[in-house]
């Protein structure tokens, strides 16, 4: 089964930047968009931007300005520029995918194991 496999996260000070990767070990069928989304305890995971393979892009309103998506959702491909990092960033982000395992099968949702991302104050 294919999977998102994620790297870039740490623990960083305010202010600073860092940059999630997201690649897929196989092909996915009918990719239709690729994102990221942030967790914290105690409240549902949240959309933090997503692309889609047309290279239209949405982003979560606390994080406008200062983050940048970008990648090749053909190649399977998305990475998450973040840059003038606040605490309130902290959180664990997961990749996301929406596509399907052949093109027989019915699209779905796919999740990266996630990345912890810290940022001290």
């Known amino acids: 089964q294919v999977q998102l496999l994620e790297s870039g996260g740490g623990l960083v000070q305010a202010g600073g930047s860092l940059t999630l990767s997201c690649v897929t070990s196989?092909?996915?069928?009918?990719?239709?968009?690729m994102g990221w989304y942030r967790q914290v305890p105690g409240k549902q995971r949240e959309l933090v931007a997503r692309?889609?393979?047309?290279?239209?892009?949405d982003y979560a309103d606390s994080v406008k300005g200062r983050f940048t998506i970008s990648g090749d959702v053909a190649k399977n491909t998305v990475h998450l520029l973040m840059n003038t990092l606040k605490p309130d960033d902290t959180g664990v982000y997961y990749c996301?995918?929406?596509?399907?395992?052949?093109?027989?099968?019915?699209?779905?949702?796919?999740w990266g194991q996630g990345t912890q991302v810290t940022v001290s104050s």
């Open positions: 996301h995918a929406y596509g399907a395992d052949s093109s027989y099968d019915p699209s779905r949702d796919y």
């Open positions: 692309i889609s393979k047309t290279n239209t892009t």
């Open positions: 196989g092909t996915i069928f009918r990719l239709i968009r």
